[in-house]
């Protein structure tokens, strides 16, 4: 066991929690509307927690432990073997103990199933998200983690990058949101009704807690004090100051004025497209990505999203969605030694591993828009998916929650 390792993907897990809890929570907070505000961060938090809890009892398990291409093994149901307690014994995975990097991987589940609710903000029941949610991960999450990073996995054998979890994380959650938007319906008066943010100064301070946390995201999956790490590390920060500048720009041709909104997307938008190349690009295409994935994704939650037709509440397809696919792809370019990056040895072979990315890509939006439809019919028909007309009207804080986020 190194014990740099191991204090750097320990402060690392903590900083993917920071990203959840406040950050996302506030983040998605922020963008809603006041009578729902605190429905957001109930959701943002119990999906969350009900994540970790199923990754300890099966996911970690059945995501990385030795099985087939697709799903794992049963070794290490409940931590099962990880750690001996009476002799002070502890398994390691690397330079670290696996209970660490169970833990890591742990975050990682969460944030995905809590990106979700962002699809389907202000107008879903309580029950209905969280049996959505253990379906979801279960069949979903798991398997996808075990093909792109288990060993033995499809994607992972075939050759398919992906760093930190543009595919496992932002594809995955992003197609999951844009399912439920499709299958719940549009929030009443969607179109003609004001929906405009509430508190875009929470929203902000939730982007900023997002962006710390996510130098832990990415610098953290090189699970080691390395160079690797540190390449990570740069790569997140410049991809994020291009992502957020690329936005505000393109924001400012095209409607007139730059605003906070556009800027804080931007910097969520260049974070999703570095996160699969985070260290396996150079600085350069780390910019290139940062700005070329945050200018698709203004189109994402504007011209496509009026081409779909689909009320996604807070643009997680828009953003998580396009970006993650963005990013994948342009990770097999930057990747290539003549790219600036440190992988490819030729310019010939960037096709066949963009191929590859995209292979990776389609298996995750097909499964993940499958197993979301089928936890979404489940929930529908278990606890019903939808809150009443009235409910909504009033706002699912007082309806659901019995509180209110605001005072007179």
């Known amino acids: 066991m190194d014990k740099a390792d191991l204090a750097w993907v320990s402060v690392s897990t903590l900083l993917v929690l920071l990203m959840v809890m406040p950050g996302l929570a506030l983040f998605y907070g922020g963008l809603v509307r006041a009578k729902n505000v605190l429905s957001v961060l109930v959701q943002v938090t119990t999906v969350f927690a009900l994540a970790v809890v199923l990754w300890f009892v099966y996911g970690y398990s059945l ?14 149901l409940l931590f099962n073997g990880m750690q001996r307690l ?11 103990p696996e209970l660490s990097f169970a833990a890591f991987q742990a975050t990682f589940a969460g944030i995905t199933c809590a990106l979700i609710v962002g699809g389907f903000a202000e107008r879903t029941r309580y029950a209905a998200v969280l049996v959505f949610t253990a379906i979801w991960m279960t069949l979903c999450y798991v398997p996808i983690a075990h093909m792109v990073w288990g060993p033995g996995g499809w994607l992972l ?6 760093f930190a979890g543009g595919t496992v994380v932002h594809i995955n959650s992003g197609v999951a949101a844009l399912v439920g938007a499709y299958f719940i319906g549009k929030r009443i008066g969607y179109g003609r009704e004001g929906m405009q943010p509430h508190n875009l100064p929470m929203a902000m301070i939730g982007a900023a807690l997002l962006w710390v946390g996510w130098f832990g ?37 095209y409607k007139g004025n730059p605003s906070l909104l556009g ?13 699969p190349a985070a260290g396996l690009v150079g600085p350069a295409g780390a910019l290139a990505i940062g700005v070329i994935t945050a200018a698709a994704c203004v189109w994402g939650v504007n011209g496509l999203k009026r081409a779909l037709n689909a009320d996604d509440s807070l643009d997680v397809f828009g953003i998580h969605g396009v970006g993650g696919i963005v990013g994948a792809l342009l990770t097999g370019v930057f990747n290539a030694q003549a790219m600036g990056g440190p992988g490819l040895d030729s310019m010939a072979a960037i096709p066949g591993q963009v191929w590859l990315q995209f292979e ?16 979404y019919f489940i929930a529908d028909k278990t606890v019903g998916l939808r809150v009443s007309a009235d409910a909504e009207r009033e706002g699912l804080d007082i309806h659901s929650h019995g509180e209110t986020a605001y005072h007179r």
């Open 63 to 76: 995501a990385f432990t030795e099985g087939n291409a697709v799903i794992g093994g049963l070794s290490r």
């Open 86 to 96: 009476s002799t002070g014994e502890y398994a390691l995975s690397g330079t670290i």
């Open 157 to 162: 054998e075939r050759g398919a990058l992906d």
């Open 217 to 253: 995201f990415n610098a953290g999956s090189a699970l080691s004090a390395n160079e690797t790490a540190a390449l990570a590390f740069f790569n997140t920060l410049i991809a994020t100051a291009g992502g957020i500048l690329s936005w505000v720009v393109v924001e400012w041709l």
């Open 263 to 275: 800027g804080i997307s931007g910097a969520v938008a260049g974070l999703v497209g570095i996160t």
């Open 360 to 375: 990776g890509v389609l298996v995750t939006v097909v499964w993940s828009a499958a197993v979301a439809w089928l936890a």
